[in-house]
T-cell receptor, first 112, second 113 residues
Framework: DAKTTQPNSMESNEEEPVHLPCNHS???????IHWYRQLPSQGPEYVIH???SNVNNRMASLAIAEDRKSSTLILHRATLRDAAVYYC?????????????FGSGTQLTVLP | DAMVIQNPRYQVTQFGKPVTLSCSQT?????MYWYQQKSSQAPKLLFH???????NEADTPDNFQSRRPNTSFCFLDIRSPGLGDAAMYLC????????????FGPGTRLTVT
């Protein structure tokens, strides 16, 4: 399985943008890039996913490098409720199992 | 409105005493998953059901079993819990197998005494 590398932790100030990086240099051409987050004492929550083009939704934006070896999750305006562990996960487009193999993730702290 | 419901939220069992955790969903999703998350670790997939087809991860211990009597419900049975099985157990669903998001429940925290 292709692996991802994320910083262990990051800090951001409230109401400022946050850029969470993820490296995935061994990504295959059919791997989707998914981001999930896990707030304290809750189950993970889907944030966004993409294949090649940048993606936007109500929660965040996903910027994917042209060579797809890295991506960045962008929270446009961090709030205290965005403090969570953010997981960058690669998942194959097809196959018998829709597996999410979670890595260690990035612990985001949002400072008031 | 809760979409993936797990009961109970906290479960205490004794070493070696069988325990069942339950999960229900109101999303009518075809796929249901069970993950184990130990303290300060990332969730780890144990197995999943695609409709009635059961798929076990290669490294899931035989001590863990699952049942899915209908679309809405899925159970995790731990036949003989050991101290190392204390963890948060997360249930998730997705509409199809493929590039679609998974919806997670709040989890059941299992304590083994």
């Amino acid at each position: 399985d292709a692996k991802t590398t994320q910083p262990n932790s990051m800090e951001s100030n409230e109401e400022e943008p946050v850029h969470l990086p993820c490296n995935h240099s061994t990504i295959s051409g059919t791997d989707y890039i998914h981001w999930y987050r896990q707030l304290p004492s809750q189950g993970p929550e889907y944030v966004i996913h993409g294949l090649t083009s940048n993606v936007n939704n109500r929660m965040a934006s996903l910027a994917i490098a042209e060579d797809r070896k890295s991506s960045t999750l962008i929270l446009h305006r961090a709030t205290l409720r965005d403090a969570a562990v953010y997981y960058c996960i690669l998942s194959p487009r097809s196959g018998s199992a829709r597996q999410l193999t979670f890595g260690s993730g990035t612990q985001l702290t949002v400072l008031p | 409105d809760a979409m993936v419901i797990q009961n109970p939220r906290y479960q205490v069992t004794q070493f070696g005493k069988p325990v069942t955790l339950s999960c229900s969903q109101t999303l009518n999703h075809n796929v249901m998953y069970w993950y184990q998350q130990k303290s300060s670790q990332a969730p780890k997939l144990l197995f999943h059901y695609y409709d009635k087809d059961f798929n076990n991860e290669a490294d899931t211990p035989d001590n863990f079993q699952s049942r899915r009597p209908n679309t809405s419900f899925c159970f995790l049975d731990i036949r003989s819990p050991g101290l190392g099985d204390a963890a948060m157990y997360l249930c998730a669903t997705s509409r199809v197998i493929g590039p679609s998001e998974q919806y997670f429940g709040p989890g059941t925290r299992l304590t083994v005494t």
